[in-house]
């Protein structure tokens, strides 16, 4: 360790892998730590011991469920959209090679009570239970608008002006009723509340685009998950990284962070050992001093099953999102669960995870909605997150700090916070490259 | 990794650096060998396709990439092996010393389902190495591993393609009889796993 670097980075979760690896991949000298024994940080998928140790600590796991190691279980709940950035990210560092994906079988909406498959196409809108005879054509002349659309074809817009008209113009313009405004904008365009009604229709028209040919692309649902559990993902780009030369060292606690006269950072102290970088990268847990709370926090309840959903009884895998207005609250509730047909629990059980921005003083009442949905569980563990941003964007002291994982239910910030981070270490726009065959000649 | 249709047989190459990991993958899927040292640098899986028993079986060697110099391999790198390579160098007995905590590791990590039964194959490699070098003599080894459960045993040269060939059947053969009782028992989770293609097009299309 005791060398110098191109930069440091600090904590394995996937934000900084993600970086660790794009910047490897371009040649810069990186040295990567994690003071945990084990990849992911805030972002890895847990094993039973590590998942009781560390929110039942009072408490063993049954032994009836089977092999520790058979169990993956996500800190953070999200899927990856198959037409999304992180997928894309994914495809031209070849990162895929290290990890398979199978689909999410369905993304189900909840409307007074019950759930229901969230139409993606004119074919599901017209069989779809969310909408009454008429509404099902507004909303098939609304899907065909999305269709056709061509930005240089003023013709195809309607009359429309996506960056003059607010997305309330654009449904009012269909007359789409509430309840289906509530669906499409919060689990196709998958916002966690309504400010996007008063904004620019932009914006919600491309993330309604975005969320339309992910599922146009395997047919079942816009998302796809990675056999083992998204800690996978941390690790894929790590082995990229490490493959361009990156040096990793977990279980290696930071003792000093150091700095010059003019508080630039210039390297870390760990043990006996200390390593030299003008940059450094790293999750705000490795930073508290130069981090603050968003105000937001986030309640995760990881609820192990051995039953599908009932409502959903054929369905392994699925996302159900519960609008806010259905149950009301300021924020919607999602729930993400997935079985052992993705390799993240022993056979004949399921992981759902429940997730919402806190509104009140007594959280877990507040998941109650999703609760009843799920039927009856064999165990629930419960984590409180609060939600942490750098105070700087890094210029002054060359310490860029990613943000923490938010409440969506997807990377797309994920990934946006990668390319901000990038955009500051390197002074230039991250563009994807396919990854170059490695040479063999010069070994 | 990806298709479990065909039968793609991962392996993995552990042991401590510079015991030549990177070198005996080279010479058996490249015929090439570099005296150059450079802690590995590049080296991602190298695949080779072989015929054992009349069945084409493609080997797909994986390499630690360096992250094992500081006991950083994540658990995603064992996943699905089906055969582990256990190295060390002759002529460096602390190599030949850390080989049955590699095993052990490779156990804990790897979660495999019955590891009385997993396919390891030990190599001791640089025998081409001078005599007065040799730390580590051939009946010591043996008696490992024999001790760690009668585990297949060669001695290789990466430089001079020495026994490399052999070694690298027998792994083969013993990954090939391993997937086949793995495939026995988890056919189903395997079957729809998804391609991701740069343009989005699903596999598979008849035209
Ligand atoms: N004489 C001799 N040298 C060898 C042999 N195999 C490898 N070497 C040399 O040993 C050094 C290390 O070989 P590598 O193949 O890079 O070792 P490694 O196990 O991949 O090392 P790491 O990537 O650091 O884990 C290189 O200088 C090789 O040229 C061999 O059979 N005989
Ligand atoms: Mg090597």
């Given amino acids: ?443 | 990794m990806s298709s479990r249709k065909k039968t793609l047989l991962k392996v993995i190459i552990l042991g401590d650096s510079g015991v030549g990991k990177t070198s005996l993958m080279q010479q058996f899927v490249n015929n090439k060998f570099s005296h150059q040292y450079k802690a590995t640098i590049g080296a991602d899986f190298l695949t080779k396709e072989m015929l054992i028993e009349d069945k084409n079986v493609t080997i797909q060697l994986w390499d630690t990439a360096g992250q094992e110099r500081f006991q950083s391999l994540g658990v995603a790198f064992y996943r699905g092996a089906d055969c582990c390579v256990l190295v060390y160098d002759v002529t460096n007995s602390k190599s030949f010393e850390n080989l049955s905590s590699w095993k052990d590791e490779f156990l804990i990590q790897a979660n495999v389902k019955n590891p009385d039964n997993f396919p390891f194959v030990i190599l001791g490699n640089k025998i081409d190495l001078e005599e007065n070098k040799r730390a580590i003599t051939t009946k010591k080894a043996l008696s490992l591993c024999e001790s760690l459960g009668n585990i297949p045993y060669f001695e290789t040269s990466a430089k001079e393609n020495v026994n490399i060939e052999v070694a690298f059947d027998i792994v083969a053969r013993n990954a090939l009889q391993q997937e086949l009782e793995n495939d026995a028992e988890f056919n189903e989770d395997y079957s729809d796993a998804i391609n991701i293609h740069i343009n989005g097009e699903q596999s598979g299309c008849a035209c």
């Fill in chain 1, 1 to 443: 360790m005791d060398e110098d670097y191109d930069v440091i980075v600090l904590g394995t979760g996937l934000t900084e892998c993600i970086l660790s690896g794009l910047l490897s991949v371009e040649g810069k000298k990186v040295l990567h730590i994690d003071r945990q024994d084990h990849y992911g940080g805030e972002s890895a998928s847990l094993n039973l011991t590590q998942l009781y140790a560390k929110f039942k600590p009072s408490k063993k796991p049954d032994p009836k469920l089977g092999r520790d190691r058979d169990w993956c279980v996500d800190l953070i709940p999200k899927f990856l959209m198959s037409k999304g950035e992180l997928t894309n990210i994914l495809v031209h560092t070849d990162v895929t090679r290290y990890i398979e994906f199978k689909q999410i079988f369905g993304s189900y909406v909840y409307r007074s009570g019950r759930i229901a498959k969230v139409p993606a196409n004119e074919i599901e809108a017209i069989k779809s239970s969310l909408m009454g005879i008429f509404e099902k054509r507004r909303m098939k002349r609304f899907l065909e608008f999305m269709a056709s659309y061509k930005e240089e074809d003023i013709q195809t817009h309607q009359g429309l002006d996506l960056d003059q008209n607010t997305m309330d113009d654009v449904f009012y313009k269909f007359g789409l009723e509430t309840g289906t405004k509530d669906f499409i904008g919060h689990s196709m365009a998958l916002y966690s509340n309504d400010d996007y009604l008063t904004k620019p229709a932009r914006e919600s028209f491309d993330r309604i685009m975005l969320y339309l040919q992910s599922v146009a692309r395997y047919g079942r649902s816009p998302y796809i998950y990675p056999l083992y559990g998204l800690g996978e993902l941390p690790q894929g780009f790590a082995r990229l990284s490490a493959i361009y030369g990156g040096t990793y060292m977990l279980d290696t606690p930071i003792d000093e962070i150091l700095y010059d006269e003019a508080g630039k950072f210039t390297g870390v102290k760990s043990g006996n050992g200390v390593a030299r970088a003008p940059i450094v990268i790293g999750d705000p847990t490795y930073f508290p001093e130069k981090v603050n709370k968003t105000g937001q926090k986030v309640i995760r309840a990881m609820c192990i099953l051995d039953h599908p959903i009932p409502a959903a009884p054929d369905v392994d895998s699925l996302q159900i999102i519960i609008p806010q207005s259905q149950v009301d609250r300021k924020n919607d509730i999602y729930i993400a669960f997935v079985g052992s047909s993705h390799n993240v629990c022993a056979k004949g059980y399921y992981l759902a995870i429940v997730s919402t921005i806190i509104e009140t003083d007594r959280p877990h009442i507040e998941l109650e909605p999703a609760m009843k949905l799920l039927g009856s569980t064999v165990d629930v563990l419960m984590g409180i997150s609060e939600l942490y941003e750098p105070k700087s964007d890094g210029t002054n002291d060359n310490v860029f700090i990613s943000k923490s994982y938010d409440a969506s239910s997807h990377f797309e910030t994920t990934t946006d916070d990668v390319k901000d981070i990038y955009f500051r270490v390197t002074g230039q726009p991250l563009v994807l490259k396919k990854r170059e065959p490695i040479e063999e000649e010069d070994r």
